[in-house]
């Protein structure tokens, strides 16, 4: 499952949640208790996959916010992206199939033809080569 639907659904829950727990008092409690308990579960319930970047989360001085947390885990989806994963880097892998495959052109002959681009010494017409006049 994708982030978004991941966090849709997550949003869902959590709305059912506020409705059944009991409230308190104080309104900073409250707010505050709210938000860490948004973000506790939320990364609670996460892909295994994300595992390195909740510990980051979790090992910070002050927990972030909500939305802060939801910021870091959409950048460490791009980051995944990007690099496709911890083992490989995807985009190094893509540069050197192009750096192969540039390699490998360059000694390509095409069939039939040859180069399109030669010029004929004897009659100066492109896509051919004379060769040279046998003696009579």
């Known amino acids: 499952m994708d982030f978004t639907k991941h966090l849709g659904k997550y949003s869902q829950l959590w709305s059912e949640l506020e409705m059944l727990r009991s409230s308190t008092n104080d309104p ?30 979790l090992r910070a001085k002050d927990l972030p916010s909500y939305d802060d947390v939801c910021a870091q885990l959409q950048k460490e989806i791009g980051s995944d992206g990007l690099f496709g994963g911890k083992e490989e880097l995807s985009m190094a892998k893509k540069a050197e199939k192009v750096e ?7 000694h390509f002959k095409p069939r039939g033809g040859g180069d399109k ?9 492109l896509n051919h080569l004379l060769d040279p006049p046998s003696s009579p």
């Open 28 to 57: 900073n409690t409250f707010e505050e208790r709210r938000e860490q308990d948004k973000i506790f579960g939320l990364l609670l319930t996460l892909n295994p996959n994300f595992s390195d970047v909740v510990k980051h989360i």
């Open 100 to 106: 192969n495959a540039a390699a490998n052109k360059a």
């Open 117 to 125: 681009h030669v010029t004929c010494e004897h009659c100066k017409k």
